[in-house]
């Protein structure tokens, strides 16, 4: 293997990306213009639950009940329903999140010091979002009987419980989101290399490459060293954009961010690089990359819900995805601050996900059409 | 005309036929990745790890101990020695959460002029698990306070007793939530890549200009890209739809039909933005780069992130105008709620509205770019 046949490759295809303007934006840019786009949804970090009220008391009581419960805004009353058809129908067309249900005597029982029942009607098919409602509603409700019995006889206090979250004091999403989000726009150079290598092919610039003395190791090294180096380069603009401009507080080693980094990039390419392998023609290697790792980054990277270890299948798929193991480094680096030793696990999976491909990749290859 | 169409179709899918691997993986790994995900996908926040610094070592510890391993939130992994290896603990990611016990727990306990202090520390890093996670924790404490106080004969039963009856999906199983959603984006995903490139690629391997000096008009040239992409995201619904519904007893609760009438708009008007990037991407990698910017952008604003109603205004306003947005909507409300047509009727409208403005738009983009 010559280092210089594979410099000679590696300047052509930084040429072919600074040449074009739109690929070098893709390459580079596209990942921290991706992640401002993206993280505004977790910008507001309200909850508002729509709630329909069908109030059978109709007394001063339950009419201030109502008023206590949506006081502060997370709850706020759509409608007025008189019959469960009603409110049923609210819900299946997703016009309230829940029904709030006050049957008759409510005041006569609270005020007998209770207890008053109370139905809550929770729309169950975003089941998250149940669970909050339920939560914050009993808590109101709570607060309210407490109030509306004159608030004297509250029970005494017996365990203190002090919580404090880490890492996160005040639990914004924003916070925990930005660096995971991170993970999934820095695949773009990935996605750009599998592309490039399948271009060659399906353009048919690949068979004047066989005529070169140029050797398979060096053509690969050379690609894959270009789009790397424009990877590692577009990961500082989404740094920026997480630190100045969403305000995530970055508590680890920026050189160790960049480096671990370059690692993912190394275990997505390796995958690009097998799957060029195959593929004959770009449409089919960005079904696979959307398919095989876009999408289900999603969904089972532990970005929103936690990856599922008690069950081997899942835990296997999860963690054969990079970007899982780039949202635990992600995380761990922004907002724990810590080095690599905590993150071995990850940073070794990845390691040999990277030279596995790789070496895959160079096997496999053939110089040939 | 018809006759055209129908050639230009016919070509269509004999290239795809002949293309075996593309073929394949158009049909099974829409399929397969379904499956893969829905597997994948746990059933919720459920048995994350916690860990226990325990310096009181008292009964009573212990007791609590054993109530937060109950929980089906929670489960204990460890007993650690020192505030250092609880820290580790939550570092590596191997605990959500920690509690601390300090030493005079159960003496503060049973004195009643003080109360015992607990320490509750949980991982912030991952917001929802973390809430989910410390409500739980405080929920342990709450009910062994209240059956404490309870055996001492004083009531602390709230005044208001909350009944919460919950619709659609009462044990709360987070698969039925994330399936439909996982059917309508992997639907998504395979008509947006076959509509995107069909015009990139001919203009990129030279074989447009051939296209163009036939009699076809340019409408027949994007209704012979759009129907074969439309046929092919109809086939691919039909089995996720099927393998959602038998394989992982996602329910049908309202009309399968309707919800087939609701995806006919939503794949036209995919198709439409395919055709659309096609028609500005000068390669297949230009198109392919945006698709991708467009379907993180869709993802963005499907509601599936974050609810709809959660964003800011303006963002809400542009959710409006993504079709994924009210097909997430439409195919949760169908198969969970059981939704008529009347329910959905502004979705519904939406839908047929967006269709239409944009396949008039790839339309005339065509015309003036071929030209």
Known sequence: MSPRRTLAILRKEFRHIFRDLRLFFLVTVSPAFLLLLLAHVFVLDVQQIEVAVWDLDRSPLSRRMVAAVTSDGEFQVQAWVASYSELEQLLRAGRVDCGLVIPEGFARQLEAGGPAPVEAVVDGSDPIAAIQAVFSLSQRTTAFALAASGGGKSAPVLIDVRSEAWYNPALKSLVSMVPGLAAIVLSMPALALALALTREKEVGSFESLIATPVRGAEYLLGKLGAYLACGILGVLPVWLVAVLYFRVPFRGDFLLYLALSAVYFLAEMGFSLIIANFVRNQQTAMLLVLTVFFVPSFFIAGLILPVDTRNLLSTLVSYALPTTHFVAISRGVFLKGVGPAPLQTHILLLLAMGVGGLLIGLVLFRKRL | ?371
């Open chain 2, 1 to 371: 005309m018809t006759a055209r169409i129908g050639n230009l179709i016919w070509k269509e899918l004999l290239q795809l036929a002949r293309d075996w691997l593309l073929t394949t993986f158009l049909f099974v790994l829409p399929m397969l990745q379904l499956v893969l995900l829905a597997r994948a996908t746990g059933r919720g926040v459920k048995e994350q790890p916690v860990v226990i610094l325990d310096l009181d070592r008292s009964a009573v510890t212990r007791e609590l101990a054993v109530r937060l391993d109950n929980r089906e939130e929670l489960v204990v992994t460890r007993f650690v020695e020192d505030e250092r290896a609880l820290e580790e603990e939550l570092e590596r990611g191997e605990a959500r959460a920690g509690v601390i016990f300090p030493s005079g727990f159960a003496g503060d306990l049973s004195n009643p002029t003080r109360a015992a202090p607990v320490r509750v520390v949980v991982d912030g890093s991952s917001d929802a698990v973390a809430g989910i996670v410390q409500s739980a924790v405080e929920t342990v404490f709450a009910d062994y306070t209240r059956q404490r106080l309870a055996e001492q004969g004083i009531r602390t039963d709230p005044a208001i007793d909350l009944r919460v009856v919950t619709y659609y999906n009462p044990t709360y199983n987070v698969r039925q939530f994330t399936i439909p959603a996982q059917v309508g984006f992997i639907t998504y995903q395979i008509t947006l890549v076959i509509a995107s490139l069909g015009l990139a690629r001919e203009r990129e391997l030279g074989t447009l200009e051939g296209l163009i000096v036939t009699p076809l008009s340019r409408t027949e040239i994007v209704l012979g890209k759009a129907i074969p992409a439309f046929l092919i995201g109809l086939v691919n619904f039909l089995f996720l739809v099927a393998i959602a519904r038998f394989g992982f007893h996602v329910p049908m609760r309202g009309s399968f039909l309707l919800l087939l009438a609701l995806t006919v708009p939503f794949l036209l008007a995919e198709i439409g933005w395919g055709v659309i990037i096609s028609s500005v991407s000068r390669t297949q990698q230009q198109a392919i780069l945006f698709v991708f910017m467009m379907a993180l952008a869709d993802l963005t604003f499907s509601g599936y992130l974050v609810p709809v109603k959660n964003l800011p205004l303006a963002l809400a306003l542009v959710a409006r105008v993504v079709p994924m947005y009210h097909y997430l909507t439409v195919i949760r409300a169908v198969m969970l709620k059981g939704a008529r047509p009347g329910d959905l009727g502004l979705h519904g409208l939406a839908l047929a509205l967006l269709a239409a403005i944009i396949l008039v738009g790839a339309v005339r983009r065509v015309s003036r770019r071929l030209d």
